[in-house]
């Protein structure tokens, strides 16, 4: 019973870590991007990847290791697929910031000029993601 509360409790805080951090990522893209306004991103894109590790993992214990209803439970509940297709779309929407993220990692790192013409788009997809939190949420309760 401990360990099945941990881990819902973890994963609540991936969720709430997760909002936070989309949301803040989305506004460092919306705003200035100047030195200050890129470790922002950066800082908020740390935290969304963290909260990631958490969402993810124990997602995947509690589904599969038996720990809440069962891996049969789930497979066969349609908001269970639901969820998991928002999943798989945040994901994907994932892939073009976070490439761009890394080459301005790369890019602090080398002293090089920055490419943040980007980002206000990304912006956009980042608060499409943070939605789509919170339709995942919706599906988790239901």
């Known amino acids: ?17 997760g909002l936070g951090a989309i949301w803040a990522r989305a506004r460092a893209f919306r705003g200035r991007l100047d030195a200050q306004g890129i470790q922002q991103a950066l800082y908020a894109d740390n935290w969304w990847g963290i909260s990631a590790l958490l969402l993810i ?67 956009a997809t980042s608060t499409i993601q943070g939605f789509l939190l919170i339709l995942i949420l919706m599906a988790a309760t239901g």
């Open 57 to 123: 993992g124990t997602g995947l214990i509690r589904a599969f290791s038996g720990y809440e209803k069962g891996s049969a439970y789930y497979l066969q509940s349609d908001l269970f697929w639901a969820k998991m297709v928002m999943v798989v779309l945040v994901l994907a929407l994932e892939v073009p910031p976070m490439l761009m993220l890394i080459r301005w990692r790369v890019g602090l790192a080398r002293g090089t000029s920055l490419n943040v013409s980007p980002a206000r788009r990304y912006a």
């Open 1 to 17: 019973m401990t360990v099945r509360w941990l881990l819902a409790a973890v994963h609540l805080i991936g969720l709430a870590v």
